[in-house]
């Protein structure tokens, strides 16, 4: 991989940490202060809210307004630093690459979320390519997949008779390939803006194994297409810890969230966080392993306080 590192590489922060590059005095003596920040997911900035964020124990926020004009970015990161508060992501979200019709326009916005990224600050968006749905795949707990490493490319997806899986089998390999094109494009847009395009699953029936997952961010080739880690999305499908080993350093962004499977391990729901199955001491040391020190942004636990998500939360940095 061939990495070519400017001064606008150096500044970008968390992110340039997370890639093993030289960090600046101010981000490494951030870092050594406090390896894990804490965050909460915001749909927009406004001052009470981070001040009551702030007070509770939390050092940024994650915004869901990705398609805003850079001035109202930059109005919103004042907002922030004033309450000595960082927007350090943008979740851009769902983007339908594996629709040829609309995948230039889905292009444009990811361009749009990166602008606005710049903005406010922050060092990566959240993006989630593509959507599965309404046809037969197999059960979370079915899926043995075996794929061409070069391509990325399922084989098999189950144990025995894959027939029942044609179409799903057809459909992954086209979603692979459109969203490789897509971000192979965008790569360039992320590092003129300073921002990591961070890839997460959300359920969409995509790159569902670890090492799946790996390979595709892989093939991207670049460190400006990396991994946004979502530690309950992925609990139906492995443990979070063999998604940590298998994914590594591109980790640069992190969902704490629990998940809560049924006694068979078949389903189960998602709860508030240290509610689940999750490991979260093992979650933690893996973490640890792999050199991560960046964001910790919780999703979801809509039962808990502000002060109950960031003691959680505590609980869970300090290996707990």
């Not at 894959?162 to 459109?178: C, G, K, V």
Request: charged share 25%; glycine share 6%; net charge positive.
């Amino acid at each position: 991989m061939n990495i070519n590192i400017t001064r606008r590489t150096m500044m970008a922060g968390s992110a340039v940490a997370t890639l093993g590059l030289i960090a600046t005095p101010a981000v490494a003596k951030r870092a050594k202060r406090k390896p894990l920040q804490k965050s909460l997911i915001v749909d927009k900035i406004d001052k009470e809210t981070l001040g009551q964020h702030k007070a509770a124990g939390f050092d940024g926020v994650e915004c869901k307004a990705w398609d805003v004009k850079p001035a109202e970015a930059a109005e919103a990161r004042k907002i922030a630093e004033s309450c000595q508060m960082r927007i350090h992501s943008v979740m851009r979200g769902w983007a339908g690459f594996n629709d040829p019709a609309a995948f230039d326009k889905e292009v444009e916005s990811i361009r749009t979320a990166l602008a606005a990224a710049q903005a406010y600050g922050a060092d990566a968006i959240l993006l989630v390519p593509c959507r599965l749905k309404k046809m037969p795949m197999p059960q979370p707990w079915e899926f043995d997949i075996d794929f061409d490493k070069k391509t990325g490319h399922l084989e098999r997806v189950v144990n025995g008779d894959n027939a029942p899986y044609r179409q799903y089998i057809a459909a992954h390999n086209a979603a692979t390939d459109a969203s490789r094109k897509a971000l192979k494009i965008l790569a360039a847009d992320a590092e003129k803006a300073g921002v990591i395009i961070a890839v997460e699953n959300v359920w969409n029936n995509l790159w569902v194994k670890p090492d799946l997952a790996a390979n595709f961010v892989r093939s991207i080739d670049s460190p400006w297409v990396q991994y946004y880690f979502d530690i309950g999305n992925h609990v139906k499908y492995a443990p979070p810890q063999d998604w940590i080993d298998a994914l590594g350093k591109l980790i640069v962004k992190v969902h704490v969230k629990d998940f809560l499977l049924n006694p068979d391990s078949h389903g189960g729901k998602f709860v508030d966080i240290r509610d689940g199955s999750v490991n979260w001491p093992t979650v933690r040391k893996k973490l640890d392993k792999i050199g991560y020190k960046g964001w910790m942004t919780i999703e979801g636990s809509g039962k808990l306080t502000l002060e109950e998500k960031s003691n959680r939360l505590d609980l869970i940095i300090a290996g707990k």
